[in-house]
């Protein structure tokens, strides 16, 4: 055990010896840091001997690593007093230094002289020095979180690695020495592996040394929130786990034979009643309060409400999240028990849209629903309500009745207004807080300015979702559109039909085209009922379609003015398409291409031809034509037209997408004056009796 000692603290010292002689050798010297290294391989190296010296005893050590806490304190707190003051001259002149410094050197005299030892342990009974150590320990642990806490982000990668190393030493420490105050002897086991943990964080701080050149640039003289908020925090549990482990000592000596016993018992509810405050709601509000009273000018830190808020709308992602979230915000920034969200609805009334622990009476509830002057009141205003100044100030209510809320268990406390383009959007009702209190003009401010932005993000969630059912709508829209055009053309087929009776009702050839164009009509009609019953368009499955065929039933059945002129020799023209949708574009090209013709001299052509790879289809006619601005802007951009109340804009549109969704390609010629020629190409598909056989 003892060559472990030896060779544990052995490691230290060697470890420490040679960082100082990295440290010196360095061009960036730090002074205190070198003086806090030096003071390390002197510690170290008097345990070292202190295990080959039977004369010298470990206990003596403990002088010499006072003054190695001590030099580390100084090296803490001059960096701590460059960043916050931007001057070292600030570590001499403040009374935390000299409270610290006093107590090292009551310690150190304990320490160094044992005649003042053995007298001060007689009048406690207990060895003063671990419990000085203890102190020392969660000192270091304060030191070194204001450190990096005061840190600006940018500057705190120099002293990353510093505050790790430190923060671990006395992090032992305090493990090693609360432990041994509290069994008041010194723990042999943990006390011997402290050289080996010293070595280990020797690296860490030979990196630190190169990076200890801070910014000079001056900084405002604030204390972080935090930085008080947690070093309380530590600087409270250290000297509590003193205070306890002194009763639990000296309940152990009063009781010989029970007194193990009763100190495990009270360490046990000594550590249960430090864990309640840190889980009990009101302390940490009663904690909030004293310290916004007694340590700063503002009570809020408003930049990091505002990002912390920021943060969380961003992770939310339902409206159901925003509205328990608005409620859980509202409520932790007074430290509220509750609250409950009334929303405005279509009809512009409010009603509860959530709530969480709302301990209103029905009464109360229901008077909220039906109150009419609240929400008008509230816009007016556009300020918080706050019956607790209500009842030392009714007169400040004068123009609302609050009466029905006026008693004395009633738990409404606030309401507060959330505004967007200042219209009211939405009220929370927060109920009594868990410490009562006075809001003052801060807490106004705040609560306005959250409520602001909890606004906006019930706007953008309500927008979000106009959004949505616009575009559900819009699907509608788009699928009436279609079928709509798809009606107009079948339309324009029968009254051509009927228009054309009176003259050929006795030519039989008229009468085999008109049964074949309303058997061509009767089955649009059921593809669009089909369509109708789905609710939106669908795809359908391409097949195998003869386009020669295609085309010359359009030239057959489609009669109209000027007549088409069909141009092909080709009896099989194999594509792959949907043949009642192909169908349809051409039809409706045809038909465009005949409204631009309509008057003397005016005709329309249909050809159709093929080459290795593509069938093509032209629509030619000498009509008004086009000019290529409106071709480049206008033609294929849906529901827009020139025929006024007669036209849907969607014919082009649907069949320049039909035909590149299906590999094809569209192209048109136009000039103004004298006509136009729509060319499409689709690809070849090779009929299954032409399949090469394997």
């Known amino acids: 055990m003892e060559n472990y000692i030896y060779y544990s603290y052995f490691t230290a010292s060697v470890a420490y010896g040679l960082l100082l002689i990295f440290v010196v050798t360095i061009k960036t010297r730090y002074y205190p840091f070198i003086i806090a290294v030096l003071c390390s391989v002197v510690w170290s190296t008097s345990v070292t001997l202190a295990t080959k010296n039977s004369h010298y005893f470990f206990a003596d050590t ?17 960096l701590l007093s460059k960043q916050r003051y931007n001057s070292y001259k600030q ?34 009974d207990t060895d003063p020095r671990f419990a000085g150590h203890v102190v020392f320990a969660v000192l270091g642990l304060i030191l070194v979180e204001q450190l990096y806490r005061s840190t600006p982000l940018k500057q705190r990668w120099n002293l990353k690695f510093l505050c790790v190393s430190l923060g671990a030493i006395f992090a032992v420490d305090l493990l090693v020495y609360s432990k041994s105050l509290l069994f008041n002897h010194l723990d042999f086991a943990l006390w011997q592996s402290r050289g080996i943990t010293n070595a280990m964080v020797t690296p860490f701080l030979a990196i630190t040394s190169t990076r200890l050149k801070l910014n000079s640039e001056n900084q405002e003289l604030t204390t972080p929130r935090k930085t008080i908020f947690y070093t309380t925090i530590l600087f409270g549990c250290g000297a509590y786990l003193i205070l306890m482990s002194f009763a639990g000592f000296y309940i152990k000596r009063a009781n010989t034979e029970w007194g193990e016993t009763a100190q495990t018992v009270f360490i046990f509810l000594a550590l249960l009643l430090l864990i309640i405050p840190f889980t009990s709601g009101k302390i940490r509000a009663l904690a909030k309060v004293y310290f916004s009273k007694h340590f700063f000018h503002y009570s809020y830190d408003y930049r990091e409400e505002w990002l912390k808020i920021s943060k969380a709308l961003a992770k939310l992602e339902s409206l159901e999240e925003l509205k328990g979230f608005i409620i859980n915000t509202l409520t932790d920034l007074v430290e509220s028990t509750g609250g409950g969200l009334w929303l405005k609805n279509d009809q512009g009334k409010f009603f509860l849209a959530a709530e969480q622990n709302l301990r209103l009476t029905p009464q109360e509830i229901d008077y909220l629903h039906n109150v009419g002057d609240l929400p008008l009141y509230l816009a007016n205003k556009q300020w918080v309500i706050d019956f607790f100044e209500l009842s030392h100030a009714p007169e400040v209510y004068d123009d609302i ?60 969630n309500r927008a979000s979702e106009e959004l949505a059912n616009n575009r559900q709508f819009e699907t509608y829209h788009r699928l009436s559109a279609f079928l709509v055009h798809d009606l107009k053309n079948l339309v324009a087929q029968i009254s051509l039909i009927v228009r054309n009776a009176e003259k050929h009702k006795h030519n039989p050839d008229f009468f085999d085209d008109t049964i074949d164009t309303l058997n061509n009509v009767v089955k649009k009609m059921h593809h669009i009922v089909e369509q109708l019953k789905q609710g939106e368009p669908q795809a359908t499955a391409n097949s195998i379609v003869n386009l020669a065929a ?9 009669l109209g003015s000027p007549p088409i002129e069909l141009t092909t020799n080709l009896d099989e023209c194999p594509v792959s398409a949907d043949k009642i949708k192909l169908t349809n574009i051409l039809t409706n090209l045809v038909q465009n291409a005949q409204d631009a013709t309509r008057g003397d001299g005016g005709w329309v052509k249909l050809e159709l031809t093929k080459n290795q790879d593509y069938a093509q289809v032209k629509i030619v006619d000498n009509g008004t034509g086009m000019n290529q601005q409106f071709i480049a802007e206008r033609l294929f951009k849906p529901f827009d037209t020139t025929k006024g109340n007669a036209g849907m804009g969607i014919g082009a549109y649907e069949a320049r997408d039909y035909i590149t969704k299906n590999s094809g390609q569209i192209h048109v010629d136009s000039e103004l004056g004298f006509g136009t020629t729509f060319t499409i190409q689709l690809p070849l598909a090779k009929r299954l009796s032409e399949t090469p056989r394997n």
């Open 91 to 124: 570590l001499f002149k403040g009374h935390t230094s000299i409270v610290i410094s006093a107590f090292a050197l009551l310690i150190f005299c304990l320490e160094a002289f044992p005649q003042a030892l053995r007298w001060t342990t007689s009048v406690l």
């Open 62 to 78: 403990l002088a010499h690593e006072t003054i190695r806490n001590g030099a580390w304190f100084f090296l803490l707190g001059s």
């Open 550 to 558: 295609i085309v010359r039933s359009i030239a057959q059945q489609h």
């Open 401 to 460: 009745d609050l009466s029905p809320w006026c008693y004395e268990d009633s738990q409404v406390w606030l309401i507060v207004p959330l505004f967007h383009l200042n219209k009211l959007e939405a009220f929370v009702v927060l109920t009594q807080a868990r410490v009562p209190r006075k809001l003052n003009w801060e807490d106004h401010d705040l609560l306005k300015t959250v409520g602001m932005q909890l606004a906006n993000a019930l706007a953008l």
